[in-house]
């Protein structure tokens, strides 16, 4: 089956930039997503890009795609301990008249003083 | 508000005592699908379904039931439940187009 890769670990100071890292294997994905886990709760679509772009911005976020590589990224600027969380990509390719996102492990982003 | 909601939020039971844990959202989503997360593993599809009276099997299906009899609901069956189906599951619901899933709070199993 299709596959979505993440480090499981990121740790940063408050104040500098996150820069937290997926790859896929599907090269028919149209829509790759990034969800954001904390802790108790359930995934909240952070944000999403089509597979035709090459970068997303929104706020504080950056998602870059290079599709050459099937590398996805989701910068997190000025990163708050509020940001601490866990982060899970997931990408959508059309199968059987629907899309089925593959979701990746989650990496832990950790947020100290 | 825009919800998926899911209940109970935790259950502790024991092997073999059947038990459903219920899903309705309110968005007139067609695409409803359950999860399981478990450490190290992330998320696994366990069954999907893309409309009323259409359901299909995830990645883990084994030991699990589900039913779409009505647009919003797509509850989750444990028919005899194991102490390897110990997990944290979530619900979610999502439209067409472009639109990510809407997950729900999850529900926290423990069987003994």
């Known amino acids: 089956g299709e596959d979505v890769e993440q480090s499981l670990f990121l740790s940063v100071r408050e104040g500098d930039s996150s820069v937290i890292n997926c790859t896929y294997t599907?090269?028919?994905?149209?829509?790759l997503y990034w969800y954001k886990q904390e802790p108790g709760a359930g995934l909240q679509l952070l944000t999403y890009?089509?597979?035709?772009?090459d970068m997303k911005q929104d706020q504080r976020l950056t998602v870059l795609l290079n599709k050459k590589d099937k590398h996805l990224s989701l910068r997190i600027a000025d990163t708050q301990t509020g940001d601490s969380a866990i982060y899970f990509c997931?990408?959508?390719?059309?199968?059987?008249?629907?899309?089925?996102?593959?979701f990746g492990r989650g990496t832990s982003l950790i947020v100290h003083p | 508000e825009a919800q998926v909601t899911q209940n109970p939020r935790y259950l502790i039971t024991v092997t073999g005592k059947k038990l459903t844990v219920t899903c309705s959202q309110n968005?007139?989503?067609?695409?409803m699908s359950w999860y399981r997360q478990d450490p190290g593993l992330g998320l696994r599809q366990i069954y999907y379904?893309?409309?009323?009276?259409?359901?299909d099997k995830g990645d883990v299906p084994e030991g699990y039931k589900v039913s779409r009899k009505e647009k919003r609901n797509f509850p989750l069956i444990l028919e005899s439940p194991s102490p390897n189906q110990t997990s944290l599951y979530f619900c979610?619901?999502?439209?067409?187009?472009?639109?990510?899933?809407?997950f729900g709070s999850g529900t926290r199993l423990t069987v003994v």
């Open positions: 890009i089509f597979s035709n772009m």
């Open positions: 979610a619901s999502r439209g067409t187009g472009t639109s990510g899933y809407t």
């Open positions: 599907d090269s028919s994905s149209t829509y």
């Open positions: 997931a990408e959508t390719s059309l199968s059987g008249g629907s899309y089925i996102p593959t």
């Open positions: 968005m007139n989503h067609e695409y």
């Open positions: 379904s893309m409309n009323v009276e259409v359901t």
